[in-house]
């Protein structure tokens, strides 16, 4: 079919059918509404500031470096996508603090929190991980991800609505060697997940859960470089391959949209197919 072919088609089929067009159309925009992205000036909250930039919402990025923070907005910018930028570290309060006051300040409310931030200080038998590892890594990849939620909501209930999305990780269902700590804490966020939901659905808040797999990023690159490891993967993936940050940044975003109006409480699993249950 030539490409004017098919273009007629679609006009014909919109003209037959206009609301099944506009319906598809707006229920996948998230134009008009303020995203805070979390720990998003690279790796998978950059892809997912990108998706939801893409599908036309003013996303706020941060992370704890003003250099990446520079970096990150003019990338999207130069993608076209509204993009505010400021440091902050989620495991402090007054950064918390400060990139909630000025999204309000310069987008004038909050629709959707991406919390994607974590950390792994410790990699060796969990039973020789200190008290300071656990503080750490529960205060970062949990404990934000809790206090951020809860200074978001009083906004997004000003709203009448929004969306939450915690990042999880294919840890968090089944721990891997040497990563103990971090994938209790990736487990956490299930359980965060399903705590939270029923209380923020009288707020039409829904919360949802991504749990990606194994991903070409910064952070897991001693997992994808060492081809040993790689190959030991492939034979648990049915998609034979590492995953993009786009492969995750698409189904967070998703979730915000509302074609996932009926979905809260859940944790999409996005793994090539690796097999998750708790
Ligand atoms: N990659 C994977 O295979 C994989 C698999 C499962 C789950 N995950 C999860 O996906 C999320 C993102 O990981 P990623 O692989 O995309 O990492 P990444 O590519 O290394 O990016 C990490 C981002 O986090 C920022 N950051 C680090 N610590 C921060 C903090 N305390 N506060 C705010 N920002 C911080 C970094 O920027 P600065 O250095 O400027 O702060 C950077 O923008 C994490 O929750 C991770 O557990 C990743």
């Not at 072919?5 to 998230?30: D, E, K, T, W, Y």
């Not at 081809?227 to 698409?250: A, C, H, Y």
Request: overall charge positive; some cysteine; glycine content about 10%.
């Amino acid at each position: 079919m030539t490409c004017r072919v098919m273009l007629r088609s679609v006009f014909r089929c919109l003209r037959i059918n206009p609301v099944a067009g506009h319906r598809s159309m707006s229920q996948s925009s998230l134009a008009g509404k303020v995203a805070i992205v979390t720990a998003s000036t690279d790796g998978i909250g950059l892809a997912a500031a990108q998706a939801l930039g893409k599908r036309g919402a003013h996303v706020v990025v941060s992370s704890r470096r003003q250099a990446n923070v520079d970096k990150a907005v003019a990338l999207l910018q130069s993608q076209s996508i509204q993009v505010t930028g400021t440091t902050c570290n989620v495991g402090k309060g007054e950064d918390r603090e400060k990139l909630v006051k000025m999204t309000l300040d310069q987008c004038g409310g909050i629709d959707i929190l991406v919390s994607n931030a974590a950390v792994n200080p410790f990699f060796g038998s969990i039973m020789d991980s200190t008290e300071e590892v656990w503080d750490k890594i529960l205060d970062v990849n949990v404990k934000s991800a809790f206090l951020m939620t809860k200074l978001v909501v009083p906004h997004m209930e000003k709203r009448g609505g929004g969306n939450v999305v915690f990042v999880s990780s294919v840890g968090g269902y089944q721990p891997m060697q040497g990563l103990g700590p971090y994938c209790v804490s990736k487990t956490a966020l299930l359980g965060l997940t399903r705590a939270l939901a029923p209380d923020l659905a009288q707020s039409n808040i829904r919360v949802n859960c991504v749990a990606p797999g194994v991903i070409k990023t910064r952070f897991s690159s001693a997992l994808w470089q060492n081809e040993d490891l790689v190959d030991e993967l492939k034979k648990q993936l049915s998609i034979k391959r590492i995953g993009e940050p786009e492969e995750i940044g698409g189904v967070i975003a998703f979730l915000c949209t509302e074609e996932a109006s009926y979905i809260t409480g859940e944790t999409i699993t996005v793994t090539g197919g690796i097999g998750c249950r708790l």
